[in-house]
């Protein structure tokens, strides 16, 4: 009998995603992000998050899930989500322009939102003054006081603090709470209240006056208004939504200024002559025109002119750069000197600044660990908040008996609890220093990066390119006696100029810069493995090991160059070793400064590279480095870093090659240098715009200051809702004071992130 067994299900592969960044209206707190973010994860397959101080949601969803769907979803929780604007089709020559197609959106509407708002606070201010002046000050209360500060203070409520009830009514529908459910039901209670007294009780008799206290007082309900609290309370929360707003467009002030840095047009030579067409109609291969003062329209290889450039604006850096025919020039530089011609090499989204502008939104859309631990408490605090304002009103009542006590109590409950500050205590931060990162030349790719900073304690740089400048170049020169230097230097230019090798190069570029003009070469010939030899003025000249004996004294220089971790170029003629040419990849200007501010930081700096010890370990001297791991395999880079890591360090890296790709994803923090390769920057957590290891140290010590304002932030806004509420529900907060006090909260979180736009 033989028995089939049912074989095992094979495991579906995981579907497709997708993402789409929705803009969504309507949020006015952190809870209302949180609902949003709660609503769309609860999607099959859809893994949202919703930033609160940008109003985006990024959202990755699966095959069979449509974007309008997504939509629906916010629609449906009572906001309203639109998806970014398409890209526009066009003509095979164009391409899409990625760096202004996200600014639109935003730039078109901030303005008129904030300008609305302002309005409204100017106009709610102007109509409460006079009402809070004549609560507090009984003074200036005359007879029938009282129907003017109705008359004052009731289109403040309904018309100033419109937008609020509508909120909260949006949201009640949807069976939720937010912080504005807590303004709308107190300022309403106070309006409703003082309008039972005014009309059914004894408030609204001439000659009623009205003393102002700080704190709970038991008085008679029936002869009580509250038209000053539902006033003042919606003014402060206006106040305070206009200056938060306010500061929220300062925040995002350098990714706009990076996304606004490009050229608009652009001198393109079409069959010999200039056409002007908008810089979005670019192709690849097409030669543009840049004069003296105008912006580099897109990515390029210079083929004529010799300029200097200045890339301040995208990297930081003051100097401008020289650059002539087959250099590369960033868009949006500046040509500082004579007239270009550039061939575009990258255009629209690919573009150098339109990825940065991309890396930057992208990190300020994402959230913190200790974010997300402050949306899940904000998220239920709402509703735990009406439930103590219930609480405080019952208990009042009980112990005393006085329903007015009981009321006041309550209202300040309602309204000092607000849960503003949370929301805004990490995007703004995170807002700010992105973007001042940015204007320095340091992209930080998100805020869990900011949390890798903190620990690390260990910092791994890659030798060539890095600390180094990755270019051979001639170091020092050395000639037998009776041999002139320059004269040495200039027959083995002349030779060298004729080939292509690193080395050779090295010299020729080297002798063109000390001597000047050199000599042409005849019969030249290259000896593969040994060097190069020809005639250069009548001489017959060699360069490199084709010397049948070398002088000791020629030998011992060759061996005290290579030493220093040099290599030696033996140069003679007419089959004599006359000198020495010590060429090496340079050490940076700026390397042995950013190694001293690395130590500083608390970190302990490793170098690492595929040359043999003695070359690793001149480099080591020169920048100050004691740890130095040679002969590394690029493949074996990574089972460095991981070696460091099962020692015990929290490992950063810092590398700009292919070969360094691995490694900087495998490192706790990974720092590519922007003059790298397009694998290293996207496996790096950090990237470094210009090539100087010193912005290394700037962006450990620009992440570590964010993270720090991120938990100052946390620390005020949840010990200021902690040690208010206890105050407001005993009674001893005027439930105006505390509209102040709830007000001033957001604004100092926001004020105290804006501190970073300083750094330097």
């Known amino acids: 009998m033989t028995s089939t067994a049912t074989p095992p299900p094979t495991a579906q592969p995981p579907a497709p995603t997708a993402e789409v960044e929705l803009i969504v209206g309507g949020m006015t707190c952190a809870s209302c992000a949180a609902r949003v973010e709660k609503k769309l994860n609860r999607m099959d397959g859809v893994t949202a998050t919703v930033n609160y101080a940008t109003e985006k949601a990024k959202v990755s969803y699966p095959a069979g899930v449509e974007v309008a769907d997504l939509i629906a979803t916010v629609v449906k929780t009572g906001y309203t989500a639109e998806a970014p604007a398409p890209e526009p089709v066009r003509q095979s020559r164009t391409h899409d322009h990625g760096v202004d197609g996200g600014k639109s959106s935003e730039s078109a509407t901030a303005d008129p939102e904030l300008a609305g708002l302002r309005h409204r606070v100017l106009v709610s201010a102007l109509l409460a003054a006079p009402v809070v002046l004549l609560a507090m000050v009984p003074a200036l209360q005359f007879d029938n006081w009282q129907w003017l500060s109705l008359t004052l203070a009731a289109p403040v409520v309904v018309w100033g603090g419109g937008p609020l009830h509508r909120a909260a009514w949006t949201n009640l529908r949807h069976g939720a709470a937010t912080m504005d459910t807590l303004v709308s039901v107190g300022t309403l209670a106070a309006l409703g209240w003082s309008l039972w007294a005014l009309f059914l009780g004894d408030a609204g008799m001439p000659g009623m006056r009205h003393p102002f206290e700080l704190t709970v007082s038991r008085t008679d309900g029936a002869s009580t208004i509250y038209l000053e609290v539902a006033a003042g309370v919606t003014v402060f929360i206006l106040l305070g939504r206009y200056l938060e707003a306010r500061s929220k467009r300062r925040a995002g002030a350098a990714l706009r200024a990076l996304m606004e840095l490009g050229a608009k047009d652009v001198a393109v030579l079409r069959g010999g002559k200039e056409v002007r067409i908008p810089v979005d109609a670019l192709a690849v291969g097409d030669r543009f025109v840049v004069r003296p003062g105008e912006k580099v329209a897109t990515d390029g290889t210079v083929v004529e002119g ?286 042995a400064e950013a190694v001293r501010e690395l130590r500083a930081l608390g970190l302990t700096p490793v170098l690492l590279t595929g040359d043999n010890q003695v070359v690793a370990e001149a480099v080591a001297r020169a920048v100050g480095i004691d740890r130095v791991i040679a ?113 001033f909260s957001s604004v100092f979180v926001v004020t105290n992130s804006l501190r970073l736009r300083t750094f330097t």
């Open 306 to 591: 010799v300029s200097a450039v200045d890339a301040s604006m995208l990297t930081g850096e003051s100097v401008p750069v020289d650059v002539g025919p087959g250099d590369t020039v960033t868009g949006a530089s500046v040509n500082a000197g004579g007239r270009l011609v550039v061939e575009a090499a990258r255009v629209g989204a690919d573009t150098r600044l339109a990825r940065m502008a991309r890396l930057v939104e992208e990190a300020q859309n994402g959230k913190a660990e200790v974010q997300r631990l402050a949306d899940r408490i904000s998220g239920i605090f709402v509703p735990v908040v009406l439930l103590i304002a219930v609480a405080v009103f019952g208990g009042w009542l009980v112990a005393t008996g006085d329903t007015v006590a009981a009321f006041t109590a309550a209202v300040a409950v309602l309204i000092i609890a607000c849960p503003c500050a949370l929301g805004l205590a990490t995007p703004t931060a995170l807002m700010v220093g992105t973007g001042r990162g940015a204007q320095l030349g340091i992209l930080i790719k998100g805020p869990e990066v900011l949390e890798s900073t903190r620990r690390v304690d260990t910092v791994v740089l890659d030798k060539t390119g890095t600390v180094t400048t990755g270019r051979m170049t001639l170091q020092d020169v050395w000639a037998v006696d009776g041999v002139d230097e320059r004269e040495l230097l200039r027959l083995a230019g002349a030779l060298e100029h004729a080939s292509e090798h690193p080395v050779a190069r090295a010299v020729a570029a080297g002798a063109a810069e000390r001597v000047g003009e050199l000599p042409a070469a005849e019969r030249f010939e290259n000896v593969p493995g040994r060097g190069v030899r020809g005639q250069v003025e009548g001489r017959e000249v060699a360069v490199g090991r084709l010397f049948d004996s070398i002088p000791p004294q020629v030998a011992h220089a060759a061996e005290e160059a290579e030493r220093d971790g040099r290599t030696a170029v033996v140069v003679g003629w007419d089959g004599v070793a006359r000198g020495v040419l010590a060429v090496a990849d340079a050490v940076k200007e700026t390397s």
């Open 631 to 743: 002969g590394v395999l690029p493949e074996d880079k990574v089972d460095v870093v991981r070696r460091l890591q099962d020692e015990g360090r929290v490992v950063a890296m810092v590398g700009d090659g292919v070969n360094d790709a691995a490694a900087l994803a495998a490192a706790d923090l990974g720092l590519a240098m922007g003059t790298g390769t397009d694998a290293a920057i996207e496996a790096s957590d950090l990237t470094l715009v210009r090539g100087d290891l010193r912005v290394a140290a700037d962006a450990i010590r620009l992440s570590r200051r964010t993270l720090a304002t991120i938990k100052g932030n946390l620390v005020w806004a949840f010990g200021y809702n902690v040690a208010a509420l206890p105050l407001a529900a005993a009674g001893l907060l005027n439930p105006m004071i505390a509209g102040a006090a709830m007000a």
